[in-house]
């Protein structure tokens, strides 16, 4: 079965440059998901997507922001990167409440990507 | 917000035998908690969820129990395999976000 896909999967970037990663979710999947985990620790959300438009927000920075396309892709900017910006990076989607279709909590989440800042 | 506790951080049981990994939650408006397993490199793997009006779910050796009274849940993985060595992450749900758990990291000891 097809799964989420993200990329790039490692990004070296240096500090106070941007970085754009990419999220591709499950055929079908209408709302994706953001969250940044740091070594050693649990996954921490970022920000939500449903029919692209943002329906929650968490600990993301100001110098983040993130977009979902017509096609229910997603891109996460970063701009401004600080050390502290290195972990890993996933993605995760859902499908989301529709026209005769129930609500489904279930979040598949992508491979990640690595994104460490030097 | 919601705040999800895990206990142990850590867990060793021999091959064959049961784990039971254990979290509570704060907030009485969470409705779905999932597990979830990682392996080292990976994005996290559901490996199964039980939503706030069910006490209990079982699929093959993985079980996970719901008391919404004492806002508990707890996974159970018998007759253990060295495949299930991971750190397994609890989760709850309120809203659209999942808070998780700080994670127990189950070694099987063959």
């Known amino acids: 079965a097809a799964g989420v896909i993200q990329s790039p999967r490692h990004l070296i970037k240096e500090k106070r440059e941007t970085a754009t990663l990419k999220c591709y979710p499950i055929?079908?999947?209408?709302?994706v998901y953001w969250y940044q985990q740091g070594p050693g620790q649990d996954p921490q959300f970022l920000i939500s997507?449903?029919?692209?438009?943002?329906?929650d927000k968490g600990s993301i920075p100001d110098r983040f922001s993130a977009q979902q396309f017509s096609d229910y892709h997603s891109e996460l900017n970063m701009s401004s990167l600080e050390l502290g910006d290195s972990a890993l990076y996933f993605c995760?989607?859902?499908?989301?409440?529709?026209?005769?279709?129930?609500?489904?909590?279930?979040?598949?989440f992508g491979p990640g990507t690595r994104l460490t800042v030097t | 917000g919601e705040n999800v506790e895990q206990h142990p951080s850590t867990l060793s049981v021999q091959e064959g035998d049961s784990a039971v990994i254990k979290c509570t939650y704060s907030?009485?408006?969470?409705?779905?908690f999932p597990w979830y397993k990682q392996e080292l490199g990976k994005g996290p793997q559901l490996i199964i969820d039980?939503?706030?009006?069910?006490g209990e779910k079982k699929d093959q050796r993985i079980a996970v129990t719901l008391n919404k009274t004492a806002k508990h849940f707890s996974l159970h993985i018998t007759e253990t395999q060295p495949e299930d060595s991971a750190v397994y992450f609890c989760?709850?749900?309120?809203?659209?976000?999942?808070?998780f758990g700080t994670g127990t990291r189950l070694t099987i000891i063959p």
């Open positions: 995760a989607s859902s499908l989301g409440a529709g026209f005769g279709r129930a609500l489904s909590y279930e979040q598949y």
């Open positions: 055929p079908r999947h209408d709302t």
């Open positions: 997507f449903y029919e692209k438009m943002q329906s």
């Open positions: 907030d009485s408006a969470s409705n779905y």
């Open positions: 039980i939503r706030s009006n069910v």
């Open positions: 989760a709850a749900k309120a809203n659209e976000k999942l808070t």
